[in-house]
């Protein structure tokens, strides 16, 4: 909603408001692109997979993978306790 709030504010419309969403933001772009469609020109992702199923998958099979063993045992720990405001998350 804070996308929005700024379109609004800034008088964006249909005709020149660009939403541009890189790595983890690509996906919120297209979340926001798919809700307010209609008030957007354009939308660029770099660098992200188009589903959050998807990118589950490519951080498991790819990221972990160039993890350091002792930073992906803790993620996986705190993600086992849902513990996702946790600051080493």
């Given at each position: 909603?804070e996308v929005e709030?700024?379109?609004?504010?800034?008088?964006?419309?249909?005709?020149?408001?660009?939403?541009?969403?890189?790595?983890?933001?690509?996906i919120l772009a297209?979340?926001?692109?798919?809700?307010?469609?209609?008030?957007?020109?354009?939308?660029?992702?770099?660098?992200?997979?188009?589903?959050?199923?998807?990118?589950?998958?490519?951080?498991?099979?790819?990221?972990?993978?160039?993890?350091?063993?002792?930073?992906?045992?803790?993620?996986?720990?705190?993600?086992?306790?849902?513990?996702?405001?946790?600051?080493?998350?």
């Amino acid at each position: 909603e804070e996308v929005e709030q700024v379109r609004k504010a800034i008088g964006a419309d249909s005709t020149n408001f660009y939403v541009l969403g890189n790595s983890w933001g690509g996906i919120l772009a297209m979340e926001y692109a798919l809700k307010y469609q209609q008030h957007i020109k354009g939308l660029l992702v770099s660098n992200m997979v188009s589903s959050a199923p998807e990118y589950g998958k490519y951080a498991d099979e790819v990221l972990a993978k160039q993890m350091k063993p002792e930073v992906l045992q803790t993620i996986r720990a705190i993600e086992a306790k849902k513990d996702f405001s946790n600051p080493k998350y």
